[in-house]
């Protein structure tokens, strides 16, 4: 896989490509949510991700949640890191709301869309996830290319859920493995 360093706006962001014969054989491809989960879910295993085969409801807070995609990496101490992403076909309210409920519950955070114009709203919305550590997916609408806008950082559990600042996923995400 290559990387470039790709400057956007007044930030640095890694913006990551797929190699080129992953693009979508169909020029006019237009992406649904399910090409672009495909699509995510096969950049995880590239990555050595183990990703969860079967839908599952987490127990996150008394509340039932369903993520798009559940995935989880050992480190080399045998503690296993835990990934959430939420797919969706644009990048909205929704789904910035969505991924923030995942917070402090898995390591790492990522929101993957199908790619549409860079409108002051995308750009508002795209800066509120890198300032909170969520990485970005988006599809080309016509090529199915996935690029990486921006990595997600590693998130750990504060305050009352965790209590000794290891992260809280081990209790909830673990289980959708099982």
Not at 53 to 70: A, F, Q, S, T
Not at 100 to 109: D, E, I, K, M
Not at 126 to 140: C, Q, S
Request: contains cysteine; proline residues 3%; hydrophobic residues 35%.
């Amino acid at each position: 896989m290559t990387s470039q360093q790709v400057n956007t706006s007044t930030r640095q962001h890694s913006e990551i490509r797929t190699e080129p014969g992953s693009a979508h054989p169909c020029s006019n491809f237009r992406g649904s949510e399910a090409d672009l989960a495909a699509a995510v879910i096969d950049r995880l295993r590239r990555k050595g991700q183990q990703v969860c085969e079967h839908e599952r409801n987490v127990l996150i807070d008394g509340e039932y949640l369903k993520p798009d995609i559940i995935a989880r990496k050992a480190r080399t101490n045998g503690q296993l890191d835990y990934t959430v992403v939420e797919c969706k076909k644009s990048l909205n309210d929704d789904v910035v709301k969505q991924i923030t409920r995942w917070f402090g519950h898995a390591n790492y955070l990522c929101v993957a869309v199908i790619g549409s114009r860079e409108t002051k709203a995308f750009r508002k919305r795209k800066d509120a996830l890198w300032r909170a550590g969520v990485g970005l997916y988006v599809m080309h609408p016509q090529t199915g290319q996935l690029v990486l806008r921006f990595e997600p950082k590693e998130r750990f559990a504060t305050g009352s859920s965790g209590g000794d600042g290891k992260p809280v996923h081990a209790w909830a995400l673990h289980e959708a493995f099982e």
